[in-house]
């Protein structure tokens, strides 16, 4: 065992005063090789809000309901009314659309370090890119009308009556893309391909199950049919026009496309296998669960040489292909999520149950996954076929860069100088952890990927989205950093590993949900 895993080994015997041992530890590493950068302080912004006032609530408003819009600003402060834009424009990488905004539950803004927005549709669809316009109108409660910038916005949430739901999808099916996007498609263009064998093929969406894009590099598909006979082939066309089922129509390149799949057909199942008798799709809502979707797509995997404070166990990067979409915890579970479950709390940090749980040995954080599982399967919740386990570390990678590449998923932030509007680190944590989802979220709205609490993965080693990872290695994969660590041990690609054993107060754990031996 060479020297940093001994220390490693050695943490569950720290308990509280791991705080005053581990930098006498670190200060031990350096002089055998091991160089440690301190973290930097929080730096931050006050923007200014600039409005315009004008007229009062007009009949045609009144008439379609008491709206309670909401925004929350970059400066902390909020404005509550009735947002009077009928649209949002998104500049997303496949093209723009113009998006009803009577269709939209919410938008986070990734603000001026180019990191795209997000936009959560009401039946759970999500798009990223850039929201193109200026400025927000909206009708306060006072009845004054303002403009509010885009760039003073970090969140749009549309928490009204608005009666008017994404029209029906005649046969419900799903389309989700490589940078993790999925939306419902209420008509598609039939598409024709070259079939393995040579043969030219006419293959109309209704006699399809899944359709597969296998590779973001040709046009290359496989085709599982509702017969449950499966052809690969090459698209002939490049492009695919799809009539989203909440309004707009777009044309897309083959290549931003992952998956398309009816919502009766579970995302992945094999051709002809029997599904269970009630299913999870995609457009399930979740959230009363504190899970997210997550689409098939694809993701760099590690860092390159050049990344600033690198670790020697992070390459070579790849890029992972993920065929099957899962849902993954909103948050690192909580100390009132794992005492619901299991009746206990081990975490040292007490007093308040929103905090992470922590000092939960891998077992035990598979415990609790398997115990979830029962108690939902039993109360009619979760169907058969369906499990709760932890993620792999190419999946917790996966989740945490949320189709970025930089650094962190908000940036490079080489400085470390924002990473305290995202993570609790050791520059700002006062030593403890901190309840759940304090901190802005990621691209893809997952809270504390970066520290917080190390998070247990599944797996050790794992490079690809498909291998198992060496489970039979000692050593478990952690992820994200902690309270405790400083800045770079937050960076997306940083990895650590624990015996299974090893009981930590900033070690804790996020779930994933997903079909049975996936």
Same mark, same amino acid.
């Given at each position: 065992? $060479?020297?940093?895993?001994?220390?490693?080994?050695?943490?569950?015997?720290?308990?509280?005063?791991?705080?005053?041992?581990?930098?006498?530890?670190?200060?031990?590493?350096?002089?055998?090789?091991?160089?440690?950068?301190?973290?930097?302080?929080?730096?931050?912004?006050?923007?200014?809000?600039?409005?315009?006032?004008? %007229?009062?609530?007009?009949?045609?408003?009144?008439?379609?309901?008491?709206?309670?819009?909401?925004?929350?600003?970059?400066?902390?402060?909020?404005?509550?009314?009735?947002?009077?834009?009928? +649209?949002?424009?998104?500049?997303?990488?496949?093209?723009?659309?113009?998006?009803?905004?009577?269709?939209?539950?919410?938008?986070?803004?990734?603000?001026?370090?180019?990191?795209?927005?997000?936009?959560?549709?009401?039946?759970?669809?999500?798009?990223?890119?850039?929201?193109? $316009?200026?400025?927000?109108?909206?009708?306060? /409660?006072?009845?004054?009308?303002?403009?509010?910038?885009?760039?003073?916005?970090?969140? =749009?949430?549309?928490?009204?009556?608005?009666?008017?739901?994404?029209?029906?999808?005649?046969?419900?099916?799903?389309?989700?893309?490589?940078?993790?996007?999925?939306?419902?498609?209420?008509?598609?263009?039939?598409?024709?391909?070259?079939?393995?064998?040579?043969?030219?093929?006419?293959?109309?969406?209704?006699?399809?199950?899944?359709?597969?894009?296998?590779? *973001?590099?040709?046009? #290359?598909?496989?085709?599982?049919?509702?017969?449950?006979?499966?052809?690969?082939?090459?698209?002939?066309?490049?492009?695919?026009?799809?009539?989203?089922?909440?309004?707009?129509?777009? @044309?897309?390149?083959?290549?931003?496309?992952?998956?398309?799949?009816?919502?009766?057909?579970?995302?992945?199942?094999?051709?002809?296998?029997?599904?269970?008798?009630?299913?999870?799709?995609?457009?399930?809502?979740?959230?009363?669960? %504190?899970?997210?979707? =997550?689409?098939?797509?694809? *993701? =760099?995997?590690?860092?390159?040489?050049?990344?600033?404070?690198?670790?020697?166990? /992070?390459?070579?990067?790849?890029?992972?292909?993920?065929?099957?979409?899962?849902?993954?915890?909103?948050?690192?579970?909580?100390?009132?999520?794992?005492?619901?479950?299991?009746?206990?709390?081990?975490?040292?940090?007490? %007093?308040?149950?929103?905090?992470?749980?922590?000092?939960?040995?891998?077992?035990?954080?598979?415990?609790?996954?398997?115990?979830?599982?029962? +108690?939902?399967?039993?109360?009619?919740?979760?169907?058969?076929?369906?499990?709760?386990?932890?993620?792999?570390?190419?999946?917790?990678?996966?989740?945490?860069?949320?189709?970025?590449?930089? #650094?962190?998923?908000?940036?490079?932030?080489?400085?470390?100088?924002?990473?305290?509007?995202?993570?609790?680190? $050791? %520059?700002?944590?006062?030593?403890?952890?901190?309840?759940?989802?304090?901190?802005?979220?990621?691209?893809?709205?997952?809270?504390?990927?970066?520290?917080?609490?190390?998070?247990?993965?599944?797996?050790?080693?794992?490079?690809?989205? /498909?291998?198992?990872?060496?489970?039979?290695?000692?050593?478990?994969?952690?992820?994200?950093?902690?309270?405790?660590?400083?800045?770079?041990?937050?960076?997306?690609?940083? @990895?650590?590993?624990?015996?299974?054993?090893?009981?930590?107060?900033?070690?804790?754990?996020?779930?994933?949900?997903?079909?049975?031996?996936?």
């Amino acid at each position: 065992m $060479n020297f940093m895993a001994f220390i490693k080994s050695a943490r569950w015997q720290v308990g509280a005063r791991r705080s005053r041992m581990v930098p006498a530890l670190l200060v031990l590493a350096v002089a055998l090789g091991g160089l440690v950068r301190s973290g930097e302080p929080q730096a931050s912004t006050d923007p200014a809000i600039r409005g315009s006032v004008s %007229g009062a609530v007009a009949d045609s408003d009144a008439e379609r309901g008491a709206r309670r819009d909401e925004l929350v600003l970059w400066n902390g402060s909020r404005r509550v009314g009735h947002l009077l834009d009928a +649209t949002i424009g998104l500049r997303a990488s496949y093209g723009r659309l113009q998006l009803p905004l009577d269709g939209l539950a919410e938008i986070r803004f990734g603000g001026p370090e180019g990191t795209p927005d997000i936009v959560q549709g009401r039946a759970g669809e999500r798009f990223s890119g850039f929201v193109e $316009n200026a400025d927000f109108r909206i009708r306060l /409660e006072s009845g004054e009308e303002t403009a509010i910038r885009h760039e003073q916005v970090q969140r =749009l949430v549309l928490r009204s009556d608005r009666t008017r739901l994404p029209p029906a999808v005649q046969e419900g099916r799903w389309v989700s893309l490589r940078n993790g996007d999925a939306w419902e498609a209420g008509s598609v263009v039939d598409f024709s391909m070259i079939s393995s064998a040579g043969d030219g093929i006419s293959q109309p969406w209704s006699g399809t199950v899944v359709v597969r894009f296998l590779d *973001s590099h040709s046009r #290359r598909v496989m085709v599982e049919r509702r017969d449950g006979s499966v052809v690969t082939g090459v698209l002939n066309d490049e492009d695919l026009e799809w009539t989203l089922g909440i309004g707009p129509t777009i @044309r897309i390149h083959s290549s931003h496309l992952a998956m398309v799949f009816e919502r009766s057909a579970l995302p992945g199942m094999a051709a002809g296998s029997k599904a269970p008798d009630r299913l999870i799709q995609p457009g399930d809502d979740l959230t009363a669960r %504190g899970l997210v979707w =997550l689409a098939a797509g694809s *993701s =760099l995997v590690g860092s390159l040489n050049g990344e600033r404070d690198r670790g020697m166990d /992070e390459g070579p990067q790849v890029e992972v292909a993920f065929g099957k979409g899962f849902w993954i915890g909103r948050c690192e579970v909580s100390q009132r999520d794992y005492l619901e479950v299991m009746g206990v709390n081990p975490s040292y940090y007490v %007093g308040d149950l929103d905090h992470p749980v922590e000092k939960i040995s891998w077992h035990e954080a598979m415990e609790y996954c398997a115990k979830r599982t029962a +108690t939902e399967r039993a109360g009619g919740v979760l169907p058969e076929g369906f499990e709760y386990r932890l993620p792999t570390e190419a999946e917790w990678e996966y989740a945490c860069r949320a189709g970025t590449s930089t #650094r962190f998923s908000y940036g490079d932030d080489p400085e470390y100088s924002r990473l305290g509007r995202y993570a609790w680190f $050791n %520059g700002n944590s006062d030593s403890t952890t901190h309840p759940v989802g304090l901190k802005e979220p990621n691209p893809w709205g997952l809270y504390d990927m970066h520290g917080n609490v190390w998070e247990w993965c599944l797996d050790h080693g794992a490079r690809t989205g /498909e291998e198992s990872g060496g489970r039979s290695s000692s050593l478990r994969g952690a992820r994200g950093g902690s309270w405790l660590y400083e800045g770079r041990f937050c960076r997306s690609a940083n @990895r650590d590993s624990y015996f299974p054993g090893n009981r930590c107060s900033d070690l804790g754990f996020r779930v994933i949900l997903a079909p049975v031996g996936d």
